[in-house]
């Protein structure tokens, strides 16, 4: 019988993380003072973030950091998590190519976001924070930030984008089962809060306009840190747990991936699975293919434009060197809420010029045939922002049956779509569609990148 | 540090399932037909369902059943799952005793329903059956028995308790995903539909309603046989895997259980856990205490009456020799849909009746108490049924502090709730309540039962 589930003991579980900065060839171009336009410093970061996450967040030298063992005992409630030979998928395509995924929909809450939920509040409590807030989209970071934060005890305030409280009710409900206060974004209670309201009344919310607020409230209220899901180099850090694992996993099954593949919103999976691997590209002469796969409607990989721009809707970020639709985008209403971001991590920006990886956009409809595929082939429903990644490999896959290549393909189940089923429904019922923008649309809101 | 998670490997994995009736000390009573009063054959129970489960459900010469090889190759893509030592759990309750947890919340659609809709699908392909039906409540096992449909091509026709349909809208659309076909039950698709709601125009539905309608749509129906997820002493063959995976996986964490808990609906989770160790008492001369967990509002186990009675409410079923509140009994709408059932299986109601086991009744609001200390120790949203194993083991944990015992307390997480999120919130607003039924009530409702 041939073998699924490639499976760790806890002995196996890495013990550091890997910091893709210290071996870039191109070194990350610093983060400005949206001010002075003066590169910031890890102590300016600190004011928001943990200091030991500001520290990773500008750490060039270190390749590898060591993982605390109050997060490891943690981690190891759930990890490490099954490298799974997709058999039913790979002959329900009639494809030749080799498919595996990681499957981070077994963690608890869902979705790969706990892996750095877990040390953000570690190291908020071990500095004496008492509080903890962060803007969420789908629900996935926001769910797994009120875990941490009660598993460290402190107290979590997360800013929900209203859309997708809307569309997504239980995810707020699983927050308050861990005790967070939960707000929709924008709401009336900051003052960006009040600006974009003002402004637009019916603003759906985004990232953007939730990271507002929570910055806001951060840096208002005594005590208390921003936390961010996404985006971040050191979120990307803490997410090397999975690609770690995954190079290990991948040996055990006797192969290497020909091609690496994640969905793409701000760029913590993404990372998280690619840059261990991305490494022996870099040192060892590999040449596996990367692939971030991102919403048609919201393609900052594909079709955005490299700035220093907001990472925020209200302006309250550093600027960052990123890919970017403008930091006031207001992306399609579509059901992969973790996707909605205007902009990539600083890492993956500076990666793409560089030509080590590259975006794919999918369309709505073609990630959820996709994700319906996967469903019913390995039984697991995936995330709508998972869909993506599947629909990608599908690609792949399909391309190697017209080549008849063995091609090894790896993508990251970032999680499962249980708490998304009204998506499922509407795309059952032939009610959803596609948004591809023009490029007119694309060029009218890059005007608002700030230009330094 | 410490060792929390017990995980096999693929080969590791059983490749029998355990069937306690070969070894029970009384055999289980048999199945009477309705009109004669005579034993069921095999042949007679093979008219409903395929004839391998119609075969395993009376055999009670065989203690050892290979699983085959098609399922087994099915169940390793999600199994074994992993035995989990709960020691954030015990750290908040305070306790010595050593809490343990199979966690089956990992499966696919969540639950451990797919241990048993994969080979009862299986059997029915090999057998040359193309439609399948079945009953569920919460929809955990309507969802298992759709995925497993799919894997082996046969179409789907689901019944699922109206009130539970209306709690967990969710879970209909997982089935449609799936591409089962779902009704509400009672439904006016069938005479027995048609029965009820003319009787009881709003009655919420019941397990018992949605076995009428799906029973008599398997009978009414060419190629069309019935699957059940609980009850019936084949089901809980399927699911004894989950027992004799933790054999095994109690054996790497050095210690075996001194009492053995799961939540009781119609005993699929806890016969799969309970039997492989029960087996030790029978055989070995082992102690352990068995415990199933019930709801208040439905205590059968706990103030239910040994009788022949229907499994169903129109009385479609055989007469089955259980501890019942009769057969039309109608349970208070608690949101845990999976325990609203009239009574118990076969084999369970004779274990009660040798005093080789006992129930517990939990009132509603002590199960999500206990759900919610689990969720916010051990990160895990349960599903509402699971919380009353887990209040089982919370009880049992604070006797230990009393007597400064460290037991070793086993108990099955079945499931996990995130679909079930209506529940947690409606228990964080306060407005869920206990229903404890009157003598009264129960005599009543028992005066129902067919008298021989």
Redo the contacts between chains.
Sequence with gaps: ?K???F?L??SEIPTKWYNIQADMPTKPMLPLNPATHEPLTAEDLAHIFSQECAKQELDTENAWIDIP?EV??KY???RATPL?RAY?LEEALGTPAHIYFKNES?N???SHK?NSALPQCYYCKVEGTTNVTTETGAGQWGAALS?AA??YGLSAAVYQVKISMQQK??RS??M????AAVTGSPSMSTRAGKDIITREPMHPGSLGTAISEAIELATTTPHCKYTLGSVLNHVALHQTIIGLEAEKQMAMAGEYPDTVIACFGGGSNFGGLAFPFMRHNILDGKTTEFLAAEPESCPKLTRGKFEYDFGDEAGYTPLLPMYTLGHDFKPANIHAGGLRYHGAGVIVSQLIKDGMMKGVDIPQLESFEAG?LF??T????PAPESCHAIAAAVRKAKECIATGEEKVILFNLSGHG??D??A??SF?NGDLQNYKLTDDEIARNLKDVPKL
């Design positions: 019988m073998q699924k589930r499976i003991s806890e063992d490891l005992d190891r409630y759930y799974v039913a077994v608890p809450l869902g706990i875990y009660s598993v009710p239980y409900s699983i308050r089962t861990f005790g319906m469903a019913r390995e039984g697991i429903i249980l708490i089923m009204t499922y429904e059952i």
